[in-house]
């Protein structure tokens, strides 16, 4: 007597298509493609954002523009990359060849995240038929625009924010575009690191190509194509099930703020959301301030997606992302003309900032519905910080870029992870010995900021602190971050993390401090830049924090003595150990 198919199995023509084992197979070896990629292009690329910070992100589509799997992300890629490939997919239909290669960069013709993000999308064919899409995106170091290293904090408008690139072949059947790798090169400071990514991103989709042709060729077009189908149905199916356990309800709003634009300072940016939860479905409704006349706008295109993500991570945390989750997430957004949903050409290269403070709104929204189950926000402090000029080495202009992250947010049985910001930031520091290889600066200083993680029961992953010293003659620096003065309030009763803050040449008359955001400061040979990264967020009381866990966080130089005292309530001797009756005498008076 035949059994009924089980639920992965499928049947077509009177005969069972998949099977457990192929589903399994076929679908680990499409992701293990996806990493080969991100492996070859950490080994490909020239620039240090690439072979260090590994700020790319490849991702594998079916014919319909659906995203099907990927490799390492950045969940900031996310968002825009399926934006573009159906861009594609739109303005060239009936245009796509094999051997083409399709660039863009726009943030507004086809939804990117800033336009020094560039992204290359190939098709994938067997035969003669269109099957899938490889797409990635790559930062690069310099793209052109007002200032070096193009992402300048008091950008007005998008003109500014480097060459822009509409959706354009690249490479058709096979022949790279002269003119194109000329137009890019001719618009930016460093052409042969710039171009040298470019290149890696085409060549490594071509690495792909090959390897979907062997997959392709093992187990036929139809049979992969119904696997993917099968496993966005296997993650949507999952998490409308995490979803029915959640109650009904109707939680926030929950509000948090950019410091200011980089253009209008001390004006601060608010954003909110709240959560619907309704049988089997979520939606987030965002709210913003109106967009700002600097560069902290985020395109609601590239929201949608990581929202989606931090859902995926909470949920079904084992599931792989796929075109399946946004199946039972809805976002609303506000107006067009908003911080979240801005109006062309509003500027945008400072997207990460925006970005990270919806993660915090939609992280402590989520933690209403789900108490015990999401961690509290990180740090949201994470940016960057460039500076060009002329190697006196080579004597060359040299273009450096480096991402920084601040304390990850505390988990609800756990302290948060030092060093490690937001869910949606998903990329590495720059290590000391590279950085000094390749670029005229010294790093004098690498460490934990104590005191900056948010007090609570289980306290907030601590910031960092880099201290630089030019060797240049002469560098142009930017910083491009956060959190000076609104830093993470964590959840549950805990206290507000430490504050960010930057200055120039501590210690001698030229001390001054910085604001957050900063284009073009001009700095000389032996000045020194130091930043200091906010922490994350804590959870819950700090008066239920165990006193042993708070002195050994003193012992560890994580707390101050101080801190110990006013935040946490904990008395210690002069041996540093925890005086148990004066500490439950402080503890009664503080909760009285």
Same mark, same amino acid.
């Given at each position: 007597m035949q059994q009924n198919a089980a639920p992965w199995e499928e049947r077509r023509n009177g005969e069972r298509a998949l099977n457990a084992i192929d589903l399994e197979v076929i679908y680990q070896s499409t992701l293990q493609i996806a990493r080969e990629l991100t492996l070859n292009m950490l080994r490909t690329g020239y620039s240090t954002i690439i072979k260090e910070s590994q700020d790319f992100t490849f991702a594998i589509f079916d014919r319909r523009g659906r995203m099907v799997a990927q490799g390492v992300p950045q969940p900031l890629h996310i968002g825009p990359l399926a934006a573009q490939v159906n861009e594609i997919r739109r303005v060239f239909a009936g245009k796509i060849d094999k051997g083409d290669a399709f660039i863009v960069n726009h943030p507004y013709r086809a939804c990117q995240n800033h336009a020094t993000d560039v992204t290359i999308i190939s098709p994938v064919f067997v035969d003669d038929k269109l099957i899938a899409f490889i797409g990635n995106i790559a930062h690069k170091p310099d793209l052109g625009g007002k200032v070096p290293g193009t992402n300048s904090g008091d950008a007005t408008d998008l003109f500014?924010?480097?060459?822009?690139?509409?959706?354009?072949?690249?490479?058709?059947?096979?022949?790279?575009?002269?003119?194109?790798?000329?137009?890019?090169?001719?618009?930016?400071?460093?052409?042969?690191?710039?171009?040298?990514?470019?290149?890696?991103?085409?060549?490594?989709?071509?690495?792909?190509?090959?390897?979907?042709?062997?997959?392709?060729?093992?187990?036929?077009?139809?049979?992969?194509?119904?696997?993917?189908?099968?496993?966005?149905?296997?993650?949507?199916?999952?998490?409308?099930?995490?979803?029915?356990?959640?109650?009904?309800?109707?939680?926030?709003?929950?509000?948090?703020?950019?410091?200011?634009?980089?253009?209008?300072l001390g004006k601060p940016y608010r954003i909110s959301a709240s959560l619907e939860v309704k049988g089997d479905r979520l939606r987030f409704i965002l709210d913003s301030d109106t967009q700002a006349r600097g560069p902290v706008n985020l395109r609601s295109c590239v929201s949608r997606n990581f929202i989606q993500c931090l859902v995926k991570m909470i949920f079904i945390p084992d599931l792989p992302v796929n075109d399946g989750l946004s199946r039972p997430i809805d976002v609303?957004?506000?107006?067009?003309?908003?911080?979240?949903?801005?109006?062309?050409?509003?500027?945008?290269?400072?997207?990460?900032?925006?970005?990270?403070?919806?993660?915090?709104?939609? /992280?402590?929204? $989520?933690?209403?519905?789900? !108490?015990? #189950? =999401?961690? +509290?926000?990180?740090?949201? %402090?994470?940016?960057?910080?460039?500076?060009?000029?002329?190697?006196?080495?080579?004597?060359?202009?040299?273009?450096?870029?480096?991402?920084?992250?601040?304390?990850?947010?505390?988990?609800?049985?756990?302290?948060?992870?030092?060093?490690?910001?937001?869910?949606?930031?998903?990329?590495?520091?720059?290590? /000391?010995?590279? $950085?000094?290889?390749?670029? !005229?600066? #010294? =790093?004098? +200083?690498?460490?934990?900021? %104590?005191?900056?993680?948010?007090?609570?029961?289980?306290?907030?992953?601590?910031?960092?602190?880099?201290?630089?010293?030019?060797?240049?003659?002469?560098?142009?620096?930017?910083?491009?971050?956060?959190?000076?003065?609104?830093?993470?309030?964590?959840?549950?009763?805990?206290?507000?993390?430490?504050?960010?803050?930057?200055?120039?040449?501590?210690?001698? !008359?030229?001390?001054?401090?910085?604001?957050?955001?900063? %284009?073009?400061?001009?700095?000389?040979?032996?000045?020194?830049?130091?930043?200091?990264?906010?922490?994350?967020?804590?959870?819950?009381?700090?008066?239920?924090?165990?006193p042993e866990r708070v002195r050994l966080d003193v012992a560890r130089g994580y707390v101050s003595a101080d801190a110990a005292r006013t935040d946490y309530c904990v008395v210690l001797d002069s041996d540093q150990n925890v005086d148990a009756p004066a500490t439950q005498r402080l503890r009664a008076e503080a909760r009285t």
């Open positions: 500014q924010e480097g060459l822009l690139i509409p959706p354009l072949k690249i490479v058709k059947a096979g022949v790279l575009s002269d003119d194109l790798r000329e137009m890019i090169c001719a618009n930016t400071r460093t052409p042969e690191v710039t171009w040298g990514d470019i290149g890696a991103q085409i060549n490594t989709n071509a690495h792909g190509q090959s390897k979907f042709a062997t997959l392709f060729a093992k187990y036929g077009s139809e049979k992969v194509l119904s696997c993917w189908d099968k496993w966005m149905d296997i993650c949507e199916a999952e998490l409308r099930k995490q979803i029915l356990a959640v109650p009904d309800g109707f939680y926030g709003p929950v509000h948090d703020w950019i410091d200011d634009d980089g253009v209008e609303e957004y506000p107006p067009e003309g908003s911080l979240l949903n801005p109006r062309y050409p509003a500027p945008c290269n400072m997207y990460v900032r925006p970005s990270q403070m919806t993660t915090s709104v939609v /992280v402590r929204v $989520l933690a209403q519905a789900l !108490p015990g #189950r =999401v961690p +509290a926000p990180a740090s949201g %402090a994470g940016g960057s910080l460039s500076s060009a000029g002329r190697n006196p080495r080579t004597q060359r202009w040299y273009s450096q870029y480096e991402i920084f992250n601040g304390g990850g947010g505390a988990r609800p049985h756990g302290d948060g992870v030092s060093a490690q910001d937001d869910l949606v930031v998903n990329v590495m520091n720059g290590p /000391v010995e590279a $950085l000094e290889t390749e670029f !005229p600066m #010294r =790093v004098e +200083a690498y460490e934990l900021v %104590a005191d900056s993680g948010g007090p609570g029961r289980f306290r907030g992953g601590l910031g960092t602190r880099r201290i630089w010293r030019i060797l240049a003659e002469e560098a142009s620096v930017n910083l491009r971050t956060d959190r000076f003065h609104h830093s993470s309030l964590g959840l549950f009763g805990a206290k507000p993390a430490k504050p960010s803050r930057a200055f120039i040449n501590p210690g001698t !008359p030229q001390e001054r401090p910085l604001t957050s955001k900063v %284009a073009g400061l001009r700095l000389k040979k032996d000045d020194r830049v130091i930043w200091e990264l906010a922490g994350g967020g804590g959870y819950g009381p700090p008066d239920e924090r165990d």
